[in-house]
């Protein structure tokens, strides 16, 4: 009898433990069908929409600030231009933002100096029709603003708030342009104001960047640190080491392509020392360097060049190829005669040493005055005939 329950417990006993066995079976089966339901679930692509949204998130925040921000700033400008031209003593304009400069200052910071409160005045003034002047906040900062209101013209400030959207320029990049005389040294300073208009209007409103307002004279290169004395080689190898900052200096939607790309023609073979693309242009451009001063003999070279890519290397929806011949030296009565700019081709000269902004803004104001009254005259006797 006793036995029998002996039996009976130790039954019981590899039940409970047949049992456990199974449980415990069953728990790990659940636990890798967990794994395996947790595996099926991408956790990198999850975080990385999560991650994105954040970001967006962020973006759109800073830029909402940052529109408030140039909006006040423009609202305060206008505000104090109200009550200076109520007052119609304008002496006292200076000890009015003196004394309002001192109030803000104690309750909102330094941010409302008195020149910060001059900088908001002059954005008032040279920004005056706000619905224009609200698309720009959307997409300069206040700090491009201050460079911005610092040039002397309209036509300036509209120049470089223009391409500093186009290109996406930092504060940093915009003061580098503006320090090297950039709209002094593209050929649209040399046009008529409304021409000037015409073409950063059509590249605001659909993105179409004119020759005009990519070729420039000179082109500062001075990152290149050549010596005294270098080869044309030299001077290329130097681009190619120095490719990025070129680029920059050429303007952002530069895409480089080939050097000393070689073309036969009747079994003789040319290089074209340096070929790019440039995406707004939606044309090729061949750049020709030379250490001397320009040739006549240069512009039948590199028509040549030209009309080759025009027939061999163009492709659908481009617009014909254009050349930078850059010289030395250039002389712009002979560039004129040759009438260069009628067969796609821009003399323009290079420096690869640096210049003070002031002697660049001086050299280039008489040529500016010059180009335009040349202009006049051209248009004038073309009426005439």
């Given amino acids: 009898m006793k036995f029998e329950k002996i039996n009976d417990i130790m039954l019981l006993i590899v039940t409970l433990f047949n049992f456990a066995d199974s449980v415990c079976k069953i728990r790990k089966k659940v636990k890798m069908n967990e794994l395996e339901n947790l595996n099926n679930i991408d956790i990198d692509n999850l975080y990385n929409d999560v991650s994105n949204m954040i970001e967006k998130a962020k973006e759109q925040v800073a830029i909402h600030v ?65 619905e224009k002047f609200a698309t720009l906040s959307q997409k300069l900062s206040w700090s491009h603003f201050i460079e911005i209101v610092k040039m002397d013209t309209d036509i300036k400030r509209k120049f470089y708030a223009t391409m500093c959207i186009n290109e996406h320029w930092s504060v940093r990049t915009l003061r580098e342009r503006i320090g090297s005389a ?75 392509l080939a050097r000393q790309k070689r073309i036969t023609i009747d079994g003789r073979d040319f290089y074209i020392d340096l070929l790019f693309f440039h995406r707004k242009l939606k044309r090729l451009v061949v750049i020709e360097l030379k250490l001397d001063e320009f040739k006549p003999e240069y512009k039948g070279q590199v028509e040549l060049y030209l009309k080759w890519l025009d027939k061999y290397e163009k492709a659908e929806g481009e617009e014909s190829p254009v050349a930078i011949i850059l010289c030395a030296t250039k002389s712009d009565t002979m560039a004129e005669l040759l009438e260069l700019d009628n067969s796609g081709i821009h003399v323009a000269q290079y420096l690869t040493n640096y210049v003070p902004k002031e002697l660049l803004e001086e050299k280039f104001l008489s040529s500016i005055k ?16």
Avoid: C, H
Avoid at 184 to 204: C, G, H, M, V, Y
Avoid at 378 to 385: A, F, P, S, W
């Fill in 182 to 256: 950039l709209f002094e040294r593209t050929a649209i300073s040399k046009k008529p104001e409304q021409t000037i208009i015409n073409d950063l209007q059509l590249l605001s409103n659909e993105n179409k960047m004119t020759t005009d307002l990519f070729f420039r004279d000179p082109y500062i290169l001075d990152f290149l640190e050549l010596k005294d004395t270098y080869s044309e080689k030299d001077l290329e190898n130097a681009i190619i080491s120095e490719l990025e900052k070129f680029i920059l200096e050429m303007g952002n939607d530069f895409a480089f």
């Fill in 370 to 385: 010059n180009a335009k009254i040349q202009l006049e005259q051209r248009n004038k006797k073309e009426e005439k005939d």
């Fill in 66 to 130: 940052n529109t408030e921000l140039v909006v006040l700033n423009w609202n305060i400008g206008n505000r104090i231009k109200v009550e200076l031209l109520n007052n119609k003593k304008p002496e006292y304009g200076k000890q009015v933002i003196k004394e309002l400069s001192k109030k803000l200052v104690r309750n909102y910071g330094r941010g409302y100096s008195s020149s910060n409160l001059y900088r908001m005045l002059q954005l008032n003034e040279d920004f005056e029709d706000f």
